[in-house]
């Protein structure tokens, strides 16, 4: 899991975009595995929905299916993935990128 900030700083180096990205997990179809961006702390936000309108109990239900344990309502800072981590994925994507959105040969 990851927070709303570390993709905001990941992606455009401002934690102020937090919020910009917590709206498009919600509301983008095209955003890939919304219940791993949780709030600061790992805190499961309160109005977390999925496309059926199940609430928050559906994310911690994902999360904990893909390994991720809990300490109360908090997700294990032992699963969670930084800015840092992020930003180093997304380079190694663009590395492999060929302009054209298409991996490049080996």
């Known amino acids: 899991w990851t927070t709303y ?3 905001a700083i990941a992606v455009a180096d401002n934690v102020r ?3 910009t990205v917590g709206r498009v997990a919600a509301k983008n179809p095209a955003f890939a595995k919304p219940h791993r961006v949780l709030k600061q702390g790992g805190l ?4 977390w929905r999925d496309d ?3 609430g928050p109990e559906e994310c ?3 999360l ?3 390994d991720v344990d809990f300490e ?3 997700a294990s ?3 969670r993935i930084g800015w840092e981590e992020i930003k180093r994925r997304l380079t190694a994507l663009d590395e492999e990128d060929d302009g054209a959105g298409l991996p490049v040969a080996a």
């Open 17 to 19: 975009l937090a919020r």
């Open 52 to 54: 059926d309108g199940r």
């Open 5 to 7: 900030g570390d993709i």
């Open 77 to 79: 800072a032992k699963s």
């Open 64 to 66: 904990r299916a893909e």
């Open 72 to 74: 109360g309502d908090v």
């Open 44 to 47: 499961i936000p309160h109005d």
């Open 60 to 62: 911690e239900r994902r």
